[in-house]
């Protein structure tokens, strides 16, 4: 799940070729990530946020097949990479100095540098304090305090909506995905972005539902989206706010 992505489907043919397998896959100097999908018909390919490019392909399509569908669709690929690149270079940069402002949890937090404080950064009454000994890792500290907020706040906030996809409460764990809000491991392990606790709270939920529903689909196929609609009807709402809002918070560099 990516901070926003761009997909295309696009119908596949047939072909006598060898049948692909998971994995990279370059056609033509892009490098495509493929991921096989019991229950796609066609292919969808995607340009992620962070600028990779990943085709969800049926059982049985070869490399041929999907050669001649990236070629086909190259002019559409490169537009959408060069309108991933405009949304990096336009994405808003903060200045550690009194009265800046972090979300979160969809709140606008100022920061305040203080002379002492129990911890590097803290919260208090609405404002970010951070030591001003710390002010040349006050980035890098802002990062682990949410870091650290999430990993004690989600779990605890994911334990409902498991119980309503019915699917045992994953493993999660908070820490720099790029530019991806979460993941879910084979392993059934749920990893999730730190900048996700910057995000309002309905919009957390949206990504937590959408890294609990790939517990029982691990691609975004029909039954997938069936999946998290049952959980949360105003899905496409939240996943559009989502896809706008991403684009404006703060995310220091393309590592995450």
């Given at each position: 799940?990516?901070?926003?992505g761009?997909?295309d489907?696009v119908?596949?043919?047939?072909?006598?070729?060898?049948?692909?397998?998971?994995?990279?896959?370059?056609v033509?100097?892009?490098?495509?990530?493929?991921?096989?999908?019991?229950?796609?018909?066609?292919?969808?390919?995607?340009?992620?946020?962070?600028a990779?490019?990943?085709?969800?392909?049926?059982?049985?399509?070869?490399?041929?097949?999907?050669?001649?569908?990236?070629?086909?669709?190259?002019?559409?690929?490169?537009?959408?990479?060069?309108?991933?690149?405009?949304?990096?270079a336009?994405?808003p940069?903060k200045?550690?100095?009194?009265?800046e402002?972090?979300?979160?949890?969809?709140?606008?937090?100022?920061?305040?540098?203080?002379?002492a404080?129990?911890?590097?950064?803290?919260?208090?009454?609405?404002?970010f304090?951070?030591?001003?000994?710390?002010?040349?890792?006050?980035?890098?500290?802002?990062?682990?305090w949410?870091?650290?907020?999430?990993q004690?706040?989600?779990?605890?906030?994911?334990?409902?909506?498991?119980q309503?996809?019915?699917?045992?409460?994953?493993?999660?764990?908070?820490?720099k995905?790029?530019?991806?809000?979460?993941?879910?491991?084979?392993?059934?392990?749920?990893?999730?972005?730190?900048?996700?606790?910057?995000?309002?709270?309905?919009?957390?939920?949206?990504?937590?539902?959408?890294?609990?529903?790939?517990?029982?689909?691990?691609d975004h196929?029909?039954?997938?989206?069936?999946?998290?609609?049952?959980?949360?009807?105003?899905?496409?709402v939240?996943?559009?706010?989502?896809?706008?809002?991403?684009?404006?918070?703060?995310?220091?560099?393309?590592?995450?």
């Open positions: 799940m990516s901070f926003s761009v997909s489907p119908a596949a043919s047939g072909c006598d070729t060898p049948p692909l397998k998971s994995g990279p896959l370059n033509g100097g892009l490098d495509i990530d493929v991921i096989i999908s019991a229950d796609r018909r066609g292919v969808r390919l995607t340009v992620e946020r962070d990779r490019i990943t085709a969800a392909v049926p059982v049985g399509l070869d490399a041929d097949q999907l050669t001649d569908l990236v070629k086909g669709r190259r002019r559409w690929i490169y537009s959408k990479l060069e309108d991933r690149a405009a949304v990096v336009n994405r940069t200045r550690f100095i009194t009265g402002g972090f979300s979160y949890l969809g709140r606008s937090c100022r920061l305040k540098f203080v002379a404080a129990p911890a590097p950064v803290q919260l208090v009454h609405g404002r304090q951070i030591r001003r000994d710390r002010r040349n890792s006050a980035s890098a500290d802002l990062i682990d949410y870091r650290a907020r999430g004690a706040w989600l779990p605890k906030r994911a334990a409902p909506w498991a309503r996809l019915r699917v045992p409460l994953a493993q999660i764990t908070v820490r995905l790029g530019y991806r809000w979460g993941s879910c491991s084979p392993r059934g392990v749920v990893n999730i972005h730190w900048a996700t606790m910057q995000l309002p709270i309905a919009l957390v939920d949206y990504v937590l539902v959408h890294e609990l529903a790939h517990l029982q689909h691990h196929s029909a039954a997938f989206w069936r999946v998290v609609e049952r959980a949360m009807p105003d899905y496409e939240r996943r559009t706010r989502l896809a706008d809002l991403g684009a404006q918070l703060w995310l220091p560099d393309a590592n995450g």
